[in-house]
């Protein structure tokens, strides 16, 4: 799939975010949206046990296999691109997955400031201007 320039939010190329297990709203390991994403999965996080535990309480399930959709269930460490609106309440609850600054769509920073982003960030960039908004 052509990704149309998407680029990540530090203003370079979005990298892919992971493929095993294979992410993205299109299958395509990267956090690309588009008019179809209407969950807006852009952010490429690196989940924990308790990000799960939450996204779970609050009704999003990313532990259960679901074969039929290709979902083989998370568990903590996998990289997943989760949707701007389900990490920012998790951000809000005190539980946010690590954030892949490199990897996350910059169209999450119509919902997320960059500076929210990395307070959880786990690739930061060697240069601070990189994370100003």
């Known amino acids: 799939m052509d990704d149309g320039g998407a680029r990540n939010v530090l203003g370079g190329p979005l990298q892919p975010c992971g493929t095993e297990p294979l992410t993205g709203f299109y299958r395509d390991g990267c956090c690309r949206t588009g008019r179809e994403d209407l969950g807006s999965h852009t952010i490429c996080a690196v989940v924990t046990a308790e990000f799960l535990d939450h996204q779970q309480r609050t009704g999003n399930d990313l532990v259960t296999p679901a074969p039929v959709f290709g979902f083989p269930g998370l568990v903590p460490g996998d990289r997943w691109c989760v949707t701007a609106r389900n990490w920012l309440?998790?951000?809000e609850d005190g539980v946010a997955a690590?954030?892949?600054?490199?990897?996350?769509?910059?169209?999450?920073?119509?919902?997320?400031?960059?500076?929210?982003?990395?307070?959880?960030?786990?690739?930061?960039?060697?240069?601070?201007?990189?994370?100003?908004?």
């Open 98 to 133: 690590f954030v892949v600054l490199a990897s996350t769509n910059e169209a999450v920073l119509d919902l997320v400031p960059l500076d929210v982003l990395g307070l959880h960030a786990v690739d930061v960039p060697d240069g601070p201007g990189e994370l100003e908004a």
């Open 89 to 91: 309440r998790a951000h």
